[in-house]
């Protein structure tokens, strides 16, 4: 990624998944001199009128922050030690209170420990798919919490919006599903690679995080296997011809980065389990989000769609073409 100044843009709501993901867009930030902005989606009800339901809902997928839980039936309530019936502040007053205090708990988060970052904060009405996806043309990436909801539940709740943003998303898209590894263990940055010009982008982004963060980047070439391929599977040939291919969609990124350990991985196998497998230590994963080519699909639709339902940490998907920094 190049530098500029738009900013590392964090979604923000109300579970832990979401927090943690706010810590690692602070982080991103920092890292690369930017700004962070907070930006959480208020989609409430404008009235009280199915207030409740909305409330319902969220407390079944998380999202209910508890400056929301009041009782929906009066206008009044009794306030403790004070011997009176005090009016309840309006609707719309309730609902700015309570994602003020959200954001006021990110921002919090976002900047303990890291002296200096610049972070302002914003509540847009709508759903959070629209807001965040307007929130991307000017942004230098966006950070999304998981609450590693399977593809399953995921049909059932609202609680995954990776996957909508991520397919439109003209930036990287980070998709936080766990925390990095502890410390201790060798940093290591993993790329998947599919020999395509779609994955160009997202090989230098991790070339670049990799000599940022003082890490080894592990490239990863995963080969659904074909009847010839099984065939010769560990010949010095199939092998050899794997790694040349591997070899040239890593052409001139080593010379830029001479400072950045590559090891070459090549895996045939399923796709989605051999990236998530080869990143279980790493400190993000990261693809393209469009693959073209010999092995088209391997960064494809439903490949980034497995990631982020499986991917071990975090996962970076980067567009053909991202915004600059």
Partial sequence: MTTGRRPV??????????LLAVGWAADEAVRHGLPLRLVHASEWPAEPA?????????????????AHAFDWAFDTYHEAGAG????????????RLADDALLEKAAAVAITGRAGLEVSLTTVEGRPVDVLRGEAPDASMLVLGSRRLSALTELFTTGSIAVPVSAHAPCPVAVVRGPEPAAGVAPTVVVGVDGSAGSEPAVGY????????????RTVLVRPPTPDMVAAFGSESEVEEALIRLSESLAGWSEKYPDVPVERVT???????????????ALCLVVGSRGVGNFRGMLLGSVTHGLIHH?????VIVPRQENPR
């Avoid at 319902?56 to 209910?64: E, F, K, N, S, V």
């Avoid at 989605?272 to 497998?277: N, Y």
């Fill in 311 to 315: 991917a071990p940490g975090p996962l």
């Fill in 50 to 66: 199915g207030a409740e339901a909305a409330y319902r809902a969220a407390r079944h997928d998380g999202r209910l922050h508890t």
């Fill in 206 to 217: 991790a070339f670049q995080t990799a000599s940022l963060r003082g890490a080894a980047l």
């Fill in 84 to 95: 009176a019936t005090v009016p309840r502040p309006s609707w719309a007053e309730r609902r």
């Fill in 267 to 281: 895996i045939l196998g399923h796709r989605v389990r051999g990236l998530a497998d080869a990143a279980q230590d």
């Fill in 9 to 18: 843009v964090a979604g923000v709501e109300n579970s832990a998944a979401g």
